[in-house]
């Protein structure tokens, strides 16, 4: 298991931006694939992006596609999602995950960061 800090949530308008962090303890951080999923209030988790152990591969929710952009940093054990663009849709607690496969699946993560809170005013 891996153990993940979130950061970077807050407040911002509409068309702003901002740029979450997941920090990862552990040696094993590059064997993990990652990804960020949110949850709104009343809502289902949703999926947001993901990466491949390497970073070379990147997938996206539909709701996010052209918008928000994944990355990590294996020396540093940190995952990233900047947000551009964004809409009052966009407003839930955001969770950093870790999971031993690609997917898009929440229930297929094994590790969960606390979530940051976003919220997008309008």
């Known amino acids: 298991q891996v153990q993940l800090v979130e950061s970077g949530g807050g407040l911002v308008q509409a068309g702003g931006s901002l740029r979450l962090s997941c920090a990862a303890s552990?040696?094993?951080?590059?064997?993990?694939?990652m990804g960020w999923l949110r949850q709104a209030p009343g809502k289902e988790r949703e999926f947001v992006a993901g990466?491949?152990?390497?970073?070379?591969?990147?997938y996206y929710g539909d709701s996010v596609k052209g918008r928000f952009t994944i990355s990590r940093d294996n020396a540093k054990n940190t995952v990233y999602l900047q947000m551009n663009s964004l809409k009052p849709e966009d407003t839930a607690v955001y969770y950093c995950?870790?999971?031993?496969?690609?997917?898009?699946?929440?229930?297929?993560?094994?590790?969960w960061g606390q979530g940051t809170q976003v919220t997008v005013s309008s």
């Open positions: 552990g040696r094993t951080f590059s064997s993990y694939y």
């Open positions: 995950a870790a999971s031993i496969i690609a997917t898009m699946k929440s229930r297929e993560y094994s590790s």
């Open positions: 990466t491949t152990r390497s970073g070379g591969g990147t």
